[in-house]
């Protein structure tokens, strides 16, 4: 897999520390502050992808053997 959750989460915490620079001031502020709030956009939405997939795999877990129940394509991890 090229990216992973831990790859996220270094992108989040390296756009917290560019937030965080006192010396990012006007324009250039304003510039990182859209690009984080899109950054953060998308992680939702990777994290939310992320639940759904999971919880594809429990109920595929919980129901394997029962009644071989198989999970659409789309939501397989």
């Given amino acids: 897999m090229r990216n992973t959750l831990g790859d996220l989460n270094n992108h989040l915490f390296a756009t917290l520390e560019r937030l965080n620079d006192e ?3 006007g324009e250039e502020l ?3 502050i859209t ?3 899109a950054i953060s956009d998308v992680a939702s939405k990777i994290i ?3 639940s759904l997939i999971l919880e594809a ?3 595929q877990a919980e129901t394997l053997g029962k009644d071989k129940t198989e999970i659409p394509k789309m939501l397989e991890g």
């Fill in 23 to 25: 010396d990012i001031k």
């Fill in 30 to 32: 304003q510039e990182e």
């Fill in 35 to 37: 690009r984080a709030k």
């Fill in 48 to 50: 939310s992808n992320g």
């Fill in 57 to 59: 795999k429990k109920v």
